[in-house]
């Protein structure tokens, strides 16, 4: 028997999917010593003490079976209660609510739910590393939107039109941003949903760091008149929660969507772990107090990080969520791959170059503050060390 030529065995589609930028950059410098990692986007929390005594407490109460498909309903009653009091958005738990095992495997099922071949979903960049992707194993074509500094990222109505096509059948939409941390008002959204409901276009919105907005309210594109039946909106418990590790995020949409959803979450991954989802409702019963304390923390970390980045010459705009600061490398002359990759081997910091996340990208490199303040100032002292040696 012959074998079959290298490379034909796996499928064209997957073979063409470049692999993360970003877990390039931290198996790197996972493999060094004397590192501070700037580069993975996960809390330095650990998930509060009495969201961790949850889970222990269902095991040794013998939690260790199935749940249902769409995830225990006493957690989606949690989840529509608190969507209700936080963004003021309601969703009936019985048929418009899916648990997923986190917030990446409800991207997945969501463009696979509403995406057939040929259709395009427009991608506003720079975004998450995840979603074209995703958009390309939907079998659709992920079509780019790149948003720039000048506008602090956001996406301006007059872009979006001018990306429509007769095939476009949805936006992805990220705000808070990652990795810019830009974020959009109620009144930015309204020319974006202007313009959705002109086209007949359907919205897939991250919300997965909205409860991190620090200079206004969390916006969400699902609260403007008209937009709650076009809007898949997407969250969890790793950001806020500091919960990465518990891989448990959810989904809302209308009916005709999640019973579609449920479908493909039904044959993948059957359900989230139960004792993530015993976990996930202390969390949203009693872990607010400890969110708020997090992200009291963030913003004073990121007033702190973007001021340094500025008065060592690397400008930076304000982020106005997430736990992410995009500074500025334009002025170095050197790439976003060459900029990390050589601060990395000589001053040990690791950050993640801007092209990675698509167009828009590229003359900027991300950098999480989700780390201590020690850490911070330990990193600003090598980066400008770093600056000092290029010139």
Same mark, same amino acid.
């Given at each position: 028997?012959?074998?079959?030529?290298?490379?034909?065995?796996?499928?064209?589609?997957?073979?063409?999917?470049?692999?993360?930028?970003?877990?390039?950059?931290?198996?790197?410098?996972?493999?060094?010593?004397?590192?501070?990692?700037?580069?993975?986007?996960?809390?330095?929390?650990?998930?509060?003490?009495?969201?961790?005594?949850?889970?222990?407490?269902?095991?040794?109460?013998?939690?260790?079976?199935?749940?249902?498909?769409?995830?225990?309903?006493?957690?989606?009653?949690?989840?529509?209660?608190?969507?209700?009091?936080?963004?003021?958005?309601?969703?009936?738990?019985?048929?418009?609510?899916?648990?997923?095992?986190?917030?990446?495997?409800?991207?997945?099922?969501?463009?696979?739910?509403?995406?057939?071949?040929?259709?395009?979903?427009?991608?506003?960049?720079?975004?998450?590393?995840?979603?074209?992707?995703?958009?390309?194993?939907?079998?659709?074509?992920?079509?780019?939107?790149?948003?720039?500094?000048? =506008?602090?990222? /956001? @996406?301006?109505?007059?872009?979006?039109?001018?990306? !429509? +096509?007769?095939?476009?059948?949805? *936006?992805?939409?990220?705000?808070?941003?990652?990795?810019?941390?830009?974020?959009?008002?109620?009144?930015?959204?309204?020319?974006?949903?202007?313009?959705?409901?002109?086209?007949?276009?359907?919205?897939?919105?991250?919300?997965?760091?909205?409860?991190?907005?620090?200079?206004?309210?969390?916006?969400?594109?699902?609260?403007?008149?008209?937009?709650?039946?076009?809007?898949?909106?997407?969250?969890?418990?790793?950001?806020?929660?500091?919960? =990465?590790?518990? /891989? @448990?995020?959810?989904?809302?949409?209308?009916?005709? !969507? +999640?019973?579609?959803?449920?479908? *493909?979450?039904?044959?993948?991954?059957?359900?989230?772990?139960?004792?993530?989802?015993?976990?996930?409702?202390?969390?949203?019963?009693?872990?607010?107090?400890?969110?708020?304390?997090?992200?009291?923390?963030?913003?004073?970390?990121?007033?702190?990080?973007?001021?340094?980045?500025?008065?060592?010459?690397?400008?930076?705009?304000?982020?106005?969520?997430?736990?992410?600061?995009?500074?500025?490398?334009?002025?170095?002359?050197?790439?976003?791959?060459?900029?990390?990759?050589?601060?990395?081997?000589?001053?040990?910091?690791?950050?993640?170059?801007?092209?990675?996340?698509?167009?828009?990208?590229?003359?900027?490199?991300?950098?999480?503050?989700?780390?201590?303040?020690?850490?911070?100032?330990?990193?600003?002292?090598?980066?400008?060390?770093?600056?000092?040696?290029?010139?």
């Amino acid at each position: 028997m012959t074998s079959k030529t290298t490379g034909t065995r796996t499928s064209k589609l997957v073979n063409e999917i470049p692999p993360s930028g970003i877990r390039r950059f931290f198996d790197l410098a996972s493999s060094m010593d004397n590192i501070i990692s700037l580069g993975v986007g996960e809390p330095d929390f650990i998930t509060p003490w009495a969201v961790r005594e949850a889970c222990i407490s269902s095991l040794e109460r013998g939690y260790t079976s199935y749940t249902a498909n769409a995830g225990m309903l006493e957690l989606r009653v949690e989840i529509a209660k608190y969507m209700k009091k936080q963004f003021q958005l309601s969703y009936d738990p019985k048929s418009e609510i899916i648990v997923t095992v986190g917030a990446s495997e409800a991207l997945d099922i969501a463009l696979r739910a509403i995406v057939d071949p040929g259709d395009e979903v427009i991608v506003v960049e720079p975004t998450f590393v995840s979603y074209a992707p995703l958009v390309t194993l939907a079998g659709g074509k992920p079509v780019s939107v790149g948003t720039t500094v000048e =506008t602090n990222f /956001r @996406l301006m109505p007059e872009q979006l039109e001018k990306a !429509i +096509t007769p095939k476009t059948k949805a *936006i992805m939409l990220s705000f808070p941003n990652n990795p810019t941390g830009s974020t959009m008002t109620e009144d930015e959204l309204r020319g974006i949903a202007k313009i959705v409901e002109e086209h007949d276009l359907l919205v897939l919105s991250d919300e997965i760091y909205a409860e991190m907005t620090y200079d206004h309210t969390h916006a969400s594109i699902a609260n403007l008149s008209g937009m709650r039946e076009r809007t898949i909106l997407i969250s969890g418990f790793s950001k806020a929660f500091a919960m =990465t590790g518990w /891989r @448990l995020g959810f989904v809302t949409a209308p009916s005709d !969507i +999640t019973s579609a959803m449920l479908k *493909i979450h039904q044959y993948t991954m059957m359900c989230a772990s139960t004792m993530a989802q015993h976990a996930a409702i202390e969390a949203l019963q009693s872990g607010m107090e400890d969110v708020k304390k997090m992200v009291q923390s963030y913003k004073q970390r990121r007033n702190y990080f973007v001021k340094s980045f500025d008065e060592i010459g690397l400008p930076c705009h304000v982020p106005g969520g997430a736990f992410y600061a995009f500074p500025s490398i334009k002025n170095t002359g050197l790439t976003s791959e060459q900029f990390a990759e050589q601060l990395l081997l000589s001053e040990r910091v690791a950050v993640v170059p801007g092209h990675v996340f698509g167009s828009g990208g590229e003359g900027h490199i991300r950098c999480s503050y989700a780390t201590s303040l020690d850490n911070l100032k330990e990193a600003v002292t090598r980066i400008e060390r770093f600056m000092k040696s290029l010139k």
